[in-house]
């Protein structure tokens, strides 16, 4: 017996465990990749080149293509970001080679890339403007380097070049950074410097300042627009509005808040109605044998409880309602005119198959990769708690229900077990390098969901008790 109740509570705790799993560190993922967007976060939309082998640059832009586009855009707000043609880009220092990832850019891209400098600073507008010189490197080159991470002052080579190091940046040890890094040292200098000494170069990516245009395409089609303006063939590019992205990733942890809050709901409309019922009968019963005025009187205390009960299960309805609703947002591609039509879900299918058939090749700019990233983990942890969390929860309280426990004592071990569980979780995400962005009213709605099947299968126990 001590053997199946200390396995019907491990069942419970991990239940606990896996459902909060996607509140907790699912707001922490949204938060950390809104963060690692820069101080524009999601609100921008990003272009990229479809055609990564493209010698000849019909799918690249000059700086010329980006002034025309701020003005076609009515914004200064655009970064660029150039990549070398070359397979392998190299720094040097004295006779030693070091491997990495060139990056060519603007003075705007820490607007636009949440870089966390460790000492001195990014490429300004002048240096950009001048073509100086420098170079940012990361935290981990510079100690390869010079064995120091204060190399700010300092020189390496480029392109047989030297270059003047303005600023050290940290290497992001958070889960979302150690998924999208992909070995290699990062180096930053300005791209009018590398698309002069590097003919390979081009500058294939831009990220656009944009405001939140709600669920609408608004962004993607302004964009598209500006770029036929210049020349350009808007199919040639990847564009995403970064807006939408956000709105997808944020509602997975309220889709599942929305969940537990609606089975919250039904419960205590449940009890409402077994409310109702009692007093109807006792009313009835009562008043075949005495009047409606005495049945009243007499029973006024039984029957103000239950109206009680009723108005405070109404009034946490409400509460819960309040708690849970947000709009959802789905893609308008993923919408068919018509609700069964299997001929729009094979070619929604196909079209899938041929995007990925067609981007084989494309190499995805850093903060497509942060988002990717973001994303596979947050659909990890949305299967994880809502499939494998629920289903041990549900079993956890279906076999409470069998033990003898005072209901006095079960609420309170149930409660200890919840806040291990986010203690538990919310170490995780400091281990993994995330924020704390838990979403308060979602553990809330999370407890009542506990909290009320626990009284519905105490009431349960109660209520077999008095049949035996």
């Known amino acids: 017996m001590m053997k199946r109740r200390k396995a019907v509570w491990v069942l419970t705790f991990s239940g606990i465990l896996l459902m909060l799993s996607l509140i907790i560190l699912g707001g922490a993922l949204v938060e950390q990749c809104a963060r690692l967007n820069g101080a524009y976060s999601m609100q921008k939309v990003l272009v990229s080149g479809k055609n990564q082998a493209d010698p000849q640059g019909k799918n690249s832009f000059s700086i010329d293509d980006i002034k025309r586009l701020k003005k076609e855009l009515s914004t200064k707000d655009i970064s660029y970001t150039a990549r070398s043609g070359l397979v392998d880009t190299s720094v040097s220092s004295g006779s030693r080679a070091f491997p990495v990832r060139l990056i060519g850019t603007d003075y705007m891209y820490p607007m636009f890339s949440g870089l966390a400098l460790e000492e001195g600073s990014f490429i300004t507008q002048k240096q950009e403007e001048e073509g100086v010189m420098v170079a940012i490197i990361d935290e981990e080159l510079a100690w390869d380097i010079f064995r120091t991470k204060n190399a700010t002052g300092k020189t390496i080579d480029i392109f047989g070049a030297a270059f003047r190091i303005i600023g050290v940046i940290e290497k992001d040890d958070s889960i979302t950074g150690k998924l999208t890094d992909d070995g290699l040292s990062e180096v930053y200098i300005p791209a009018s410097v590398m698309l002069e000494l590097d003919t390979t170069a081009r500058i294939t990516d831009?990220?656009?300042?944009?405001?939140?245009?709600?669920?609408?395409?608004?962004?993607?089609?302004?964009?598209?627009?500006?770029?036929?303006?210049?020349?350009?063939?808007?199919?040639?590019?990847?564009?995403?509005?970064?807006?939408?992205?956000?709105?997808?990733?944020?509602?997975?942890?309220?889709?599942?808040?929305?969940?537990?809050?609606?089975?919250?709901?039904?419960?205590?409309?449940?009890?409402?109605?077994?409310?109702?019922?009692?007093?109807?009968?006792?009313?009835?019963?009562?008043?075949?044998?005495?009047?409606?005025?005495?049945?009243?009187?007499?029973?006024?205390?039984?029957?103000?409880?239950?109206?009680?009960?009723?108005?405070?299960?109404?009034?946490?309805?409400?509460?819960?309602?309040?708690?849970?609703?947000?709009?959802?947002?789905?893609?308008?591609?993923?919408?068919?005119?018509?609700?069964?039509?299997?001929?729009?879900?094979?070619?929604?299918?196909?079209?899938?198959?041929?995007?990925?058939?067609?981007?084989?090749?494309?190499?995805?700019?850093?903060?497509?990769?942060?988002?990717?990233?973001?994303?596979?983990?947050?659909?990890?942890?949305?299967?994880?708690?809502?499939?494998?969390?629920?289903?041990?929860?549900?079993?956890?309280?279906?076999?409470?229900?069998?033990?003898?426990?005072?209901?006095?004592?079960?609420?309170?071990?149930?409660?200890?077990?919840?806040?291990?569980?986010?203690?538990?979780?919310?170490?995780?995400?400091?281990?993994?390098?995330?924020?704390?962005?838990?979403?308060?009213?979602?553990?809330?709605?999370?407890?009542?969901?506990?909290?009320?099947?626990?009284?519905?299968?105490?009431?349960?126990?109660?209520?077999?008790?008095?049949?035996?």
């Open 206 to 468: 831009l990220q656009i300042k944009t405001a939140d245009a709600n669920t609408l395409d608004q962004n993607t089609t302004e964009v598209s627009a500006a770029i036929r303006q210049i020349g350009k063939d808007p199919p040639s590019y990847k564009i995403s509005d970064y807006n939408l992205k956000l709105a997808l990733m944020e509602q997975k942890p309220l889709l599942l808040v929305f969940i537990l809050g609606i089975a919250s709901m039904l419960i205590l409309l449940s009890h409402v109605k077994n409310l109702s019922k009692e007093i109807y009968f006792l009313i009835r019963d009562r008043c075949k044998t005495d009047y409606f005025s005495n049945v009243i009187k007499h029973n006024l205390k039984g029957i103000g409880r239950r109206i009680l009960e009723m108005a405070l299960s109404l009034t946490g309805i409400v509460l819960i309602w309040i708690g849970i609703r947000f709009t959802i947002y789905i893609p308008p591609q993923n919408i068919p005119d018509e609700l069964i039509n299997i001929s729009y879900y094979s070619d929604l299918i196909k079209a899938a198959i041929q995007g990925g058939i067609q981007n084989r090749g494309y190499v995805a700019p850093q903060a497509e990769l942060i988002a990717n990233a973001s994303d596979m983990l947050l659909n990890l942890l949305f299967c994880i708690s809502f499939l494998l969390g629920s289903l041990l929860l549900y079993a956890g309280l279906r076999e409470l229900k069998e033990l003898n426990m005072d209901s006095s004592r079960l609420t309170p071990v149930l409660g200890l077990l919840f806040i291990l569980s986010m203690g538990i979780l919310t170490a995780a995400a400091f281990l993994s390098g995330l924020p704390y962005a838990t979403d308060v009213k979602g553990v809330l709605v999370a407890w009542a969901f506990i909290f009320l099947n626990n009284s519905q299968i105490t009431k349960r126990k109660e209520s077999d008790v008095k049949n035996v």
